[in-house]
């Protein structure tokens, strides 16, 4: 077998939940001894000697359709795992007529690829039966709910507080940009007057310095796994009040480490944490400042925590992928 995972053309330089995704995959079938490569949308390569060329990400649908356009041309087997969600209300919200309407052309492309697609992977019944609504596709799709990696537990901490001068604070970890909504969340904390820690790239810096107009808002940057070890593990909570996430790999992340979550109804947080998180209307500010009043005031215990680890371990989410490719080239 072999497998070209195929990326967005700025992978070197992305953090984003999707390039987790694939490294997790890349490392896996290198353990297996299965010949894999990532290829960046802007690179070339020859997508015909692979078996197996799989997609990701359909919301930003031009490097995947750049991807798809080429390996379209082979008789590999294309995957899609859409990482799906329907972005318009949130385009609306924020009166972007521009955006509204290149996500309305886009939706043939997208329809294209799921429907040329030899196997489409879900990471949630939620996202499944959003493809089917949205594009009349049922047939050839499996739900892999996404997993996590803790491992960590036997390495010391380090104080949280001395090296940063922080105590007592909301983190929130993912790309600094509107779609999060992190500029709410820092009006928020700053009303309950708690320290909040926003860690990832920033996508936009602009959202950024208005974020940091809020004097409870401190900016870390991009932070390695044991960093972020640390800082879930000193938290009062993780907050992740995003207009359009499907599931949130920091948020699981999060409560494996046993904070107390808050996390968007939008999308498919209930299928994944159940009445273990609290949740909240991202379009709504006393829904958001609710959430995060009671989560910072709520005890944690080990219960989303223990969940998380019995059921979404990342081994299993890496095996199921690869069933699912054994299904394509038996």
């Known amino acids: 077998m072999k497998v070209l995972l195929c990326a967005r053309s700025d992978y070197a330089n992305s953090n984003s939940g999707d390039m987790d995704i694939i490294f997790k995959i890349y490392n896996f079938l290198k353990e297996r001894n299965i010949e894999v490569q990532i290829c960046g949308a802007s690179e070339e390569v020859d997508y015909g000697k692979f078996d197996i060329v799989h997609l990701f990400d359909v919301k930003n649908i031009f490097d995947t359709y750049t991807h798809f356009k080429r390996a379209s041309n082979y008789k590999c087997n ?24 290149s996500w309305n052309n886009c939706k043939a492309y997208r329809e294209l690829i799921l ?23 049922g047939g050839k799709v499996i ?22 001068g922080i105590d007592k604070y909301v983190l929130c970890v993912g790309r ?23 860690v990832g790239t920033a996508m936009d810096e602009e959202y950024l310095k208005a974020c940091l107009k809020y004097k409870t808002t401190n900016y ?25 996430e499907v599931t949130s790999l920091s ?11 808050v996390v968007s109804e939008e999308g498919a947080s209930r299928e994944y944490f159940n009445d273990m998180a ?23 215990n080990d219960k989303l925590k ?5 059921n979404y371990k990342v081994d299993k989410m890496l095996e199921e992928i690869y069933k699912g490719y054994l299904l394509l080239t038996k």
């Open 115 to 137: 429907k040329k697609s030899k196997l489409i992977i879900c990471n949630s019944n939620y996202e499944r039966e959003l493809i089917a609504k949205d594009f009349g596709i």
């Open 220 to 244: 870390l940057g991009f932070m390695k796994e044991y960093d972020l070890y640390n800082a879930y593990t000193f938290a009062k909570a993780h907050v992740l009040t995003s207009f359009s």
């Open 176 to 198: 600094i940009c509107e779609c999060k909504n992190q500029l709410t969340l820092s009006k928020v904390c700053n009303e309950l007057k708690i320290n909040l820690v926003l």
């Open 251 to 261: 948020s699981l992340k999060a409560g494996a480490q046993g904070c107390n979550i």
């Open 306 to 310: 223990n969940y998380i680890r019995d």
């Open 278 to 300: 609290l949740y909240c209307n991202p379009y709504d500010y006393d829904s958001i400042k609710a959430a995060v009043k009671k989560a910072i005031t709520t005890k944690k």
């Open 143 to 164: 739900t892999v709910h996404n997993g996590v990696m803790v491992n960590y537990e036997d390495i010391p901490l380090y104080d949280f507080k001395s090296r940063y």
């Open 78 to 101: 294309i995957v899609v795992s859409p990482m799906y969600f329907n972005m318009s209300r949130f385009f609306e919200y924020t009166n972007n007529t521009s955006r509204v309407n």
